[in-house]
């Protein structure tokens, strides 16, 4: 396979094979590039519902049982194997004499799910001598609207500095890019992240888990006024979010309604805090832009999965006069392994590889 080497003296053209296992989803990619040339995902919704929200045990478990189908899968359909009567690890053996790179989810996650994912990349690395490139998950989040599809699409001019907004259930940051790799977070959520306090919401309605997509599909058809809720550090100076306070909140106002009366106005009561949510967000974000004056708004994370919040988004960018680009389509918002792969594919570009493979371990807590 040959190379186009770029001035870095790095391989600029590649095939990369990316891995995340940072919570509840089990996921593999193949790109070229940033080209995405396969996408798997194995969701263990089914399994953490019944307990209403993620359980670390049962993750990891279900990581370690997954992790090596899902692989095989992905480098199937992104190399176009034949697997007829092949066992997984001939597949994946198949399949690594393609890849030059492999890029895994280092942190920020649950311990002992990343732990399988990084374990599993290391094993790979060593054993097929391929190159390793640990990605911070949250960067993963930033670089999903520079995903391409296997045509190149979309294309996209992302000006920078660029600030963007990051979303998810894990994760709610506003961070100012001056260029892929140089970023600056100047502002964060302080406890509850916004997609938490959506599925924590959800929970004491009894809608079950996740909740966002529930909250989502109930608020279309609710009045956002029905329930004044309020907006955490709406006038603090910093950047930060708040939304432990409003969760409790909500908790308070509806702890000593009957069941039934709870059950006759769920549509008002998801619309009215996923209103609070996603005002608090905007919020801070739009002073953000008043502050550092970007050419370019960029979103990520689960919650902009959420039409209603993308929406209100495009209207903040419209306002200000400045494109705002988000993923484009649906799976790039929640965990994936595309995004993983695009900011591998970066940190390859700059020769950001891992030195000792063998002594690389999970980072749960690891900063932007």
């Not at 095989?72 to 030059?100: H, Y």
């Not at 600056?184 to 004491?204: F, N, P, Q, R, Y």
């Not at 409003?246 to 549509?267: A, C, G, H, M, Q």
Request: with cysteine; net charge positive; glycine share 8%.
């Amino acid at each position: 396979m040959e190379f186009g080497v770029g001035f870095l003296g790095y391989n600029t053209w590649m095939k990369i094979l990316a891995i995340e296992t940072s919570c509840d989803d089990t996921a593999a990619a193949v790109l070229e590039n940033n080209m995405v040339l396969s996408n798997v995902i194995s969701s263990q919704i089914d399994l953490h519902s019944q307990w209403g929200g993620v359980v670390p045990d049962i993750a990891k478990r279900a990581h370690q049982e997954r992790i090596m189908p899902v692989i095989a899968e992905a480098l199937r359909k992104g190399l176009n194997l034949k697997s007829k009567g092949k066992k997984i690890e001939e597949i994946i053996g198949e399949g690594m004499k393609n890849i030059d790179v492999i890029a895994v989810t280092l942190g920020p996650g649950l311990a002992i799910a990343l732990s399988v994912g990084v374990n599993k990349s290391k094993e790979l690395a060593i054993k097929y001598k391929k190159k390793l490139v640990a990605v911070n998950h949250i960067e993963g989040h930033l670089l999903s609207n520079w995903v391409k599809n296997s045509k190149e699409k979309p294309f996209r001019k992302i000006e920078f500095p660029a600030l963007t907004l990051t979303a998810s259930g894990g994760h709610t940051k506003i961070i100012l890019m001056q260029d892929i790799g140089k970023y600056e977070v100047v502002g964060e959520t302080l406890d509850d992240a916004a997609g938490e306090a959506l599925d924590k919401a959800s929970k004491l309605l009894g809608l079950g888990y996740p909740g966002g997509p529930v909250i989502e599909r109930l608020a279309k058809a609710g009045d956002v006024n029905f329930m004044e809720l309020p907006r955490p550090m709406e006038h603090a100076k910093n950047l930060d979010y708040s939304f432990s306070g409003l969760k409790t909140s909500f908790y308070y106002r509806i702890k000593d309604w009957p069941k039934s009366e709870v059950n006759k106005n769920l549509e008002n009561l998801a619309a009215s805090f996923q209103n609070a949510v996603f005002e608090s967000l905007l919020i801070k974000f739009r002073k953000a832009v008043e502050i550092y004056r970007p050419k370019t708004l960029l979103a990520s994370g689960g919650v902009m999965a959420n039409l209603e919040l993308r929406k209100r988004l495009r209207k903040l960018a419209k306002d200000n006069k400045l494109k705002i680009f988000m993923p484009f389509r649906k799976d790039l918002n929640t965990d994936n392994a595309m995004m993983i792969g695009v900011a591998g594919y970066y940190k390859a570009l700059r020769g950001e590889f891992v030195k000792n493979i063998e002594e690389l371990d999970r980072d749960p807590r690891a900063m932007i």
